[in-house]
């Protein structure tokens, strides 16, 4: 067993390119926010503001009692999109990236010399010289080195900001235990729980469980993965096509209303479009949720066929829209879905729809083609009129946008 992969992960990231770019925001506790209202919560933190105990997920209230001092600041992912790939460059410079995992992680594939604990640590130390001498002293990132992604990725959490670790073969497996499962990735609050059910305690009880206990424990697959990935295997995964897409908004509080559910819900549903469009695929399920405090969700799913078209999804989102709740419960969430996604080679068309189906290609081609020329709010279908400001540009974790389909200018 070698040294295989490199693992950078980049720190507190949102904020640190906040700091990197604003230089006033520099040693100071501040909190992104994806929207500025008091109703909602941190989506990331400077490591000042993290020393007060506040973190994602952070009430922005509960921030403010837990640092008086904390300045929030409103979220700009088209910037940390462009950044991202400014970053992946740069670490390119050094050595190939072999995959982007998500906005703030991508993985080094080692390879010959570099397979050498001493050249492993030296590339290290020339991707952070480098960073830092082209992207800014703010934009730090910490390192893990092993044998394989997963234990790489545990190396790099070992020590932050701005730390490397480096976790070599014969350190296998003690190395790993004196480590929480929490620690390790793939294992949430839930699934501690579970694996504390099957006796499972500690990382020396998960490491001595056989592939069918783990296949048990997890009830799938990725139990025997696990089995691997705590070897220094690196586990093969069948790439699966794209089964669904959304979009989904915390409302501002003047939109927390029927009204401006509608809205933003046509904004979503036709940035989701223009998305889909962008793949080449057509929808044949469409759902939308929406969030009430003190108040179950309120959630609508249809088959719908097969389509990319937005008028003919709208007519669906319209049809929801008439069994919404009457209740006085505010409204602070949506979200739009298409799933069972399909090529159009998929699809038996009737041959009788052929004509409307070639006008409405037409019409959403023209569309799409003057909104990225001129800006995505050149063309669009009144329902989002109320909503042009709302439900911008978002980073999911597993989803990195692309800034020519999803930007909002």
């Given at each position: 067993?070698?040294?295989?992969?490199?693992?950078?992960?980049?720190?507190?990231?949102?904020?640190?390119?906040?700091?990197?770019?604003?230089?006033?925001?520099?040693?100071?506790?501040?909190?992104?926010?994806?929207?500025?209202?008091?109703t909602t919560c941190c989506i990331a933190a400077s490591y000042e503001a993290k020393?007060?105990?506040?973190?994602?997920?952070?009430?922005?209230?509960?921030?403010?009692?837990?640092?008086?001092?904390?300045?929030?600041?409103?979220?700009?992912?088209?910037?940390?999109?462009?950044?991202?790939?400014?970053?992946?460059?740069?670490?390119?410079?050094?050595?190939?990236?072999?995959?982007?995992?998500?906005i703030d992680e991508m993985v080094c594939k080692l390879t010959g010399s570099q397979q050498q604990p001493e050249n492993a640590l030296k590339l290290a130390a020339k991707i952070k010289s480098t960073l830092a001498e082209k992207a800014g002293d703010f934009i730090r990132c910490s390192i893990g080195i092993a044998p394989n992604t997963f234990l790489a990725k545990v190396?790099?959490?070992?020590?932050?900001?701005d730390g490397c670790v480096l976790?070599?073969?014969?350190?296998?497996?003690?190395?790993?235990?004196?480590?929480?499962?929490?620690?390790?990735?793939?294992?949430?609050?839930?699934?501690?729980?579970?694996?504390?059910?099957?006796k499972i305690t500690t990382v020396e009880q998960l490491y001595a469980a056989n592939r069918q206990q783990l296949q048990v424990a997890w009830g799938s697959v990725e139990g025997e993965r696990m089995y691997d990935k705590l070897?220094?295997?690196?586990?093969?995964?069948?790439?699966?096509?794209?089964?669904?897409?959304?979009?989904?908004?915390?409302?501002?509080?003047?939109?927390?209303?029927?009204?401006g559910v509608r809205a933003v819900l046509h904004r979503l549903l036709q940035k989701a479009c223009m998305r889909m469009r962008s793949y080449d695929l057509l929808a044949s399920r469409i759902s939308v949720k929406v969030k009430f405090r003190n108040q179950p969700s309120w959630q609508k799913e249809s088959a719908v066929s097969p389509t990319d078209n937005t008028l003919r999804l709208i007519e669906a989102l319209e049809t929801f829209m008439q069994q919404y709740p009457k209740t006085d419960a505010e409204p602070y969430a949506v979200g739009v879905s298409f799933s069972g996604l399909v090529t159009a080679d998929e699809v038996a068309r009737d041959l009788f729809q052929i004509a409307p189906l070639e006008s409405e290609k037409k019409l959403n081609r023209a569309i799409d083609t003057l909104n990225a020329k001129f800006g995505?709010?050149?063309?669009?279908?009144?329902?989002?009129?109320?909503?042009?400001?709302?439900?911008?540009?978002?980073?999911?974790?597993?989803?990195?946008?692309?800034?020519?389909v999803e930007s909002d200018t």
């Amino acid at each position: 067993m070698q040294l295989n992969a490199l693992y950078v992960d980049f720190n507190s990231y949102f904020a640190s390119v906040e700091q990197q770019l604003v230089p006033e925001l520099r040693g100071r506790p501040i909190g992104v926010l994806a929207v500025m209202a008091e109703t909602t919560c941190c989506i990331a933190a400077s490591y000042e503001a993290k020393a007060f105990g506040i973190k994602t997920g952070t009430l922005v209230s509960e921030a403010r009692k837990l640092c008086p001092d904390i300045i929030f600041v409103e979220a700009r992912p088209p910037v940390y999109v462009q950044y991202h790939h400014f970053l992946i460059d740069i670490v390119e410079s050094c050595t190939h990236v072999e995959k982007v995992l998500s906005i703030d992680e991508m993985v080094c594939k080692l390879t010959g010399s570099q397979q050498q604990p001493e050249n492993a640590l030296k590339l290290a130390a020339k991707i952070k010289s480098t960073l830092a001498e082209k992207a800014g002293d703010f934009i730090r990132c910490s390192i893990g080195i092993a044998p394989n992604t997963f234990l790489a990725k545990v190396a790099s959490n070992m020590q932050k900001p701005d730390g490397c670790v480096l976790i070599a073969p014969h350190e296998l497996p003690q190395r790993l235990y004196g480590l929480k499962l929490r620690d390790l990735n793939g294992i949430g609050k839930q699934m501690e729980a579970r694996l504390n059910r099957y006796k499972i305690t500690t990382v020396e009880q998960l490491y001595a469980a056989n592939r069918q206990q783990l296949q048990v424990a997890w009830g799938s697959v990725e139990g025997e993965r696990m089995y691997d990935k705590l070897r220094g295997i690196e586990p093969y995964y069948v790439k699966n096509a794209r089964s669904s897409l959304g979009h989904s908004h915390v409302m501002p509080p003047e939109q927390r209303n029927e009204v401006g559910v509608r809205a933003v819900l046509h904004r979503l549903l036709q940035k989701a479009c223009m998305r889909m469009r962008s793949y080449d695929l057509l929808a044949s399920r469409i759902s939308v949720k929406v969030k009430f405090r003190n108040q179950p969700s309120w959630q609508k799913e249809s088959a719908v066929s097969p389509t990319d078209n937005t008028l003919r999804l709208i007519e669906a989102l319209e049809t929801f829209m008439q069994q919404y709740p009457k209740t006085d419960a505010e409204p602070y969430a949506v979200g739009v879905s298409f799933s069972g996604l399909v090529t159009a080679d998929e699809v038996a068309r009737d041959l009788f729809q052929i004509a409307p189906l070639e006008s409405e290609k037409k019409l959403n081609r023209a569309i799409d083609t003057l909104n990225a020329k001129f800006g995505k709010n050149t063309i669009y279908f009144g329902g989002a009129h109320e909503a042009l400001k709302d439900a911008p540009m978002r980073i999911a974790f597993n989803h990195i946008p692309d800034l020519d389909v999803e930007s909002d200018t």
